[in-house]
Structures are given as C-alpha cells and as structure tokens.
C-alpha cells in the first residue's frame, strides 16, 4: 500500500553487516580447537564471512543449497554460518554426537554439497566419506600447518578462504528464503529435518535478547555453551552479533573445569546449556571452592533443571538461573522462566515452584494445552495436557515430509505440560510417556522424580503397563544403588503422601540397567517393550 513501511528483509547478512559496522572491535573469544586461546572480532568475522560466500558461489553453491557442518562452536564456525547463510545457502548443522549411520543418513538426505569439518572430526570424516556421495569437498577449520596428510582430499579453511578477498556485494532475496537446518534425533524413526529462514532467525533472535529471555546487551559477554548444532545454538549466534555482544566459544571443551576457566577469564555475564553441563561446573566448583563473579544470568535448557540446580547456582554463587523449554522445531526458545510483579515476593520452597517451572512465553511464541480431541484444558497449573505451540519461528513441518501443524497452525509438540493462570508452563512429560489410567493421565517424570530421592535407587523409570480394568497402570523399573536391597514395599511406601493415592505404582522390578539413548535419555520404549507381557496380577 502507498505510504507504507520499507521492504527490508530480514536476512542474515544484515545482522553481521550491524555487527560489523556498530560493535566492529568487539571481541569473539574461542579456545581453538588447536589449543590456544583465539582473538578476533566482528569486523574481521563478517569480513572472512564475505570470503566463505565469495569463494561458495565461485564453488557455484547456489540459493537454497545445502553446505555442511560437523563442528565445535569457534569463530570460524561463525564465519560459515554467516558466509553460507549471507549467500542464500543453507547452512546445515550437523551433530557429531550423533552414531556415525545417522550422520551420513542426514547427510544424504540433505544431499550437502561440502563438509566443513573440525581436526577433532577428521578421522570420522575418512571413514564416511565413501558413503557420503554428495559431498564434493571436504574442508578443515583449521590452517595448512595442523592439517595432518588424511585420504578425503580435505583442505584446510584458511588457504581456502585465503585464495579470495572479501569484495563481494550480499545477494538480496526473499526473508522467507532458507537459513539453516537442523535434524531432530528422534527416539524412534529417522531424524527430521527442521528448516530455519532468514526472518524466523532474526525474529527469534530479537525475541532471545528481551530481558525475560537472555537480556542481552552489547554490554554483555555471552558464552553459548550450546553447541551451534544443538537446535540453532538457541538463537545466540545471531542474537549476539544482533546487539554486538561479546561472544565466548569453548570449541571441543565443555568440562567443568575448562567452562569455568572461560567464564572467570573472559568475565562471562550470559551463558547457555544443558542441565549436564551445569552439573560438572558445580562439581568443580565444590571440589575447588572456587567462585563465579560477574555472571549473572545462566539460562538452562534441553531437558529439566533439577530444583537442587537452580538453589545451587542462587543460594552458594548469587547467580539467577533462566529456566527454559525448546525444541528444534522451536528455533529453539519456547518458554523461559523469570519472576513476574505477581511472584517477585515469594521466597524459599514457594520461589522455587516457580523458578523450577519452564516458563511462559516471549512474543512470538503462543502454547496450549489440549486433551486428545484437541479440546483445550484449563489453565490451572494442575491438569496437564498436549503441548501445542504456534508462532514465526515455530516449524510448519519438516525438510522434505511437508506440513506437520493442524488447521489453526499448532504444531504437537511431544510434550505434555499444565499452564498455571499466571501463564506458567510445566513439562510433565512427553505425550508417548505419560501414563493413561481410566481416562486420568499420570506423569511418569514426577514418579521418577520422587523414586530417585529414594536412598537405594541409583536410577528409576516409570511405564504404563496394560491393565485389563484401567487400562494402564504405573510400574516402576530401578536400578539399585552399590550394595542396596530395595524392597518393594520401602519404594511403595516413599511416595505416600507425595502423590494422590491413584498415582501409585501399582508394582516395582529392580533391574541391573536402564536403556539409554545416544544422548543419554532413557529408552522408554525399550524399556515398555521388555515389559510388555508384564502382568500386576503375577
Ligand atoms: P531437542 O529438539 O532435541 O532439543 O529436544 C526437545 C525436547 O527436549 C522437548 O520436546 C522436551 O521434551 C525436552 N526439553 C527441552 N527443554 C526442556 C526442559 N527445560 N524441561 C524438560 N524437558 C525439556
């Protein structure tokens, strides 16, 4: 219409190009996967980024095609993300955590034309690659002196960066073009692919700075734990460069004690990761006695952050954890935990119900919860119900299966969660977990939660095992402790009082082990597998 806004898309390159031309000097910090500590700044990223894209068309990688990377968050992956992304490429991230057959299965159906890779992963590298037959090109982040003779024909990044200058102008195209792409690992099944564009990123990103989400500033120091393969680095990596923030990368080393040694040198205020992580920081921290000042704010999320987590970080070190919910189909930020003026007041056991809550919602970002029909449930912080959510940068469906979202654009997320009236969400498990006795739905997280207080069990699943007169009912699967004997009755007995009477195990099996996944949550459906003929009645 006449008279209205400008078209300005938001595209990737513009958010390094504000970097670069506002916080040009601000410093990008990385312990290299080499070894030593590395310095360079925006300036010089978006710079390098201009030579990736110089030397990727030259390559005669074109809008919409797939570039590869197996890699360690460092400033030369920042580089790429930008350069593939700035060119209309799609930067595909890939986890190398992942079995090495599911590696090169979203390899090839993401049919990626070149694999930037990590020293760390080159070994890996040699051995897909006969399985790989799309990839045209292997290149190392690294320079000509570390890169060891290896038989995929790989080049080092720096002489290929190196054989162009960065005079090159940004293309401009269509906001709703493809960013990136990031396979889920699902349980079961084959991974899917979910597609990032350029204005869900940069939506996304402006929604992580806000002050109820990583209240980011160029003020601030961020160190994303996270990988940039976990589910879009959690928008840090534009979220960063958007407000010119300094950026931390700890390449290959996420012990406790080298986190640590990051966060106090660089005088971190922002950091992000996963529960585990936190757990071998604060292990360090016990053992060494050592102290966190400056860092204010560590946002947490993947899977639960345990109350003790929260109590910890706040109660010995005065640091506020940000409890949040994602998923990669969320890009990934869903939910984010911080007090609002109707809670600011409450203190102790009450401050944490809330603070172990996952969160309410940012702009952008709309959740419901719904029973199986899809009829809505109330918001009463105690019925639970589907996940759904709905937003721009929520996933439509996924790379190359199509739409995944109903009528009204919910996208199920899995999960299943209650909403308190304050808008509060809790997870209270995943949707094929939860266990479904005559009508009424029980959290198998929360009995586990409780089971693994017991002081004999090491470890506890819940599964819903057929029942002929409620359908399912609760069994608990433990895995003892060193030298404890469990009874069955001692078990039963821990969660009286803790849960409705309703919500009991109805029997308990000690086990040697639990299944795991690669990424270490429980098998569940394993597990519901071995106990299928299992019957209450003996
Ligand atoms: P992924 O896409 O691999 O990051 O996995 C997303 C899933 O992780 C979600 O659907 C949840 O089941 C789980 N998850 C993420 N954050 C949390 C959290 N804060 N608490 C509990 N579960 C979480």
């Not at 390159?13 to 700044?41: C, F, K, L, W, Y």
């Not at 979203?106 to 040699?126: G, Q, W």
Request: charged letters at 25%.
């Amino acid at each position: 219409m006449l008279g209205l806004m400008q078209d300005w898309p938001l595209l990737a390159s513009r958010i390094i190009d504000h970097a670069a031309a506002n916080h040009g000097a601000r410093e990008i910090v990385t312990r290299s996967v080499e070894g030593p500590i590395h310095r360079t700044n925006y300036a010089s990223v978006r710079e390098n980024a201009l030579k990736v894209a110089k030397r990727l068309d030259a390559h005669g990688v074109r809008l919409g095609d797939r570039v590869a990377t197996l890699a360690w968050n460092t400033w030369r992956h920042l580089e790429l993300w930008y350069g593939i992304q700035g060119l209309g490429a799609i930067c595909h991230t890939v986890n190398p955590r992942l079995f090495p057959e599911q590696i090169a299965w979203i390899m090839n159906h993401a049919e990626s034309r070149l694999l930037f890779t990590d020293l760390t992963f080159l070994p890996l590298v040699e051995k897909l690659k006969p399985h790989l037959p799309h990839v045209e090109q292997v290149i190392v982040l690294t320079d000509a002196a570390h890169l060891p003779e290896n038989g995929v024909g790989a080049v080092p990044y720096e002489s290929w960066i190196g054989a162009v200058d960065a005079d090159f102008r940004w293309p401009t195209f269509d906001e709703n073009t493809a960013a990136g792409l990031c396979y889920t690992s699902g349980t079961t099944g084959d991974p899917k692919g979910v597609l990032y564009s350029h204005r869900s990123n940069a939506l996304h990103a402006l929604l992580a700075c806000l002050p109820d989400s990583f209240a980011l500033s160029c003020r601030d120091t961020a160190l994303p734990v996270v990988p940039m393969f976990h589910a879009n680095c959690w928008g840090l990596a534009h979220a960063g460069p958007m407000v010119g923030a300094r950026l931390v990368l700890p390449g290959a080393k996420m012990d406790g004690a080298s986190i640590f040694e990051l966060l106090r040198d660089e005088k971190v205020t922002r950091t992000a990761a996963v529960p585990t992580v936190w757990l071998m920081l604060l292990q360090h921290l016990d053992k060494t006695g050592d102290r966190l000042d400056g860092l204010e704010r560590v946002v947490i999320g993947g899977s639960a952050a345990p109350r003790a987590m929260i109590q910890a970080f706040r109660d010995r070190y005065g640091i506020e954890v940000v409890h949040a919910w994602g998923m990669t189909e969320t890009s990934p930020l869903g939910t984010l935990c911080t007090l609002k003026p109707e809670n600011a007041h409450l203190t102790g056991e009450a401050w944490l119900d809330v603070r172990e809550k996952q969160g309410f919602t940012p702009f952008g970002v709309e959740i419901e919860i719904t029973d199986d029909e899809g009829r809505a449930r109330p918001h009463d912080g105690e019925t639970f119900g589907r996940l759904k959510v709905r937003g721009p940068a929520i996933a439509r469906g996924y790379f190359r299966l199509g739409d995944a979202v109903d009528g009204e654009g919910w996208f199920d997320t899995g999960d299943v969660a209650t909403i308190d009236p304050l808008g509060y969400m809790q997870i209270t498990d995943r949707s094929k977990d939860v266990i479904k006795s005559g009508g009424e739905w029980i959290s198998s997280i929360e009995l586990e939660n409780i089971a693994v207080g017991h002081p004999d069990v090491a470890e506890a699943a819940v599964i819903g095992v057929r029942h002929p007169k409620w359908d399912e009912r609760p069994l608990l699967v433990v895995v003892a402790k060193e030298g404890r004997t469990p009874t069955r009755d001692s078990l039963l007995a821990f969660f009286e009082g803790k849960v409705a009477k309703w919500w009991l195990p109805d029997d308990v099996v000690v086990v040697s082990e639990i299944p795991h996944t690669a990424t270490g949550k429980i098998r569940k459906a394993t597990l519901r597998e071995q106990f299928r003929d299992y019957s209450f009645l003996g």
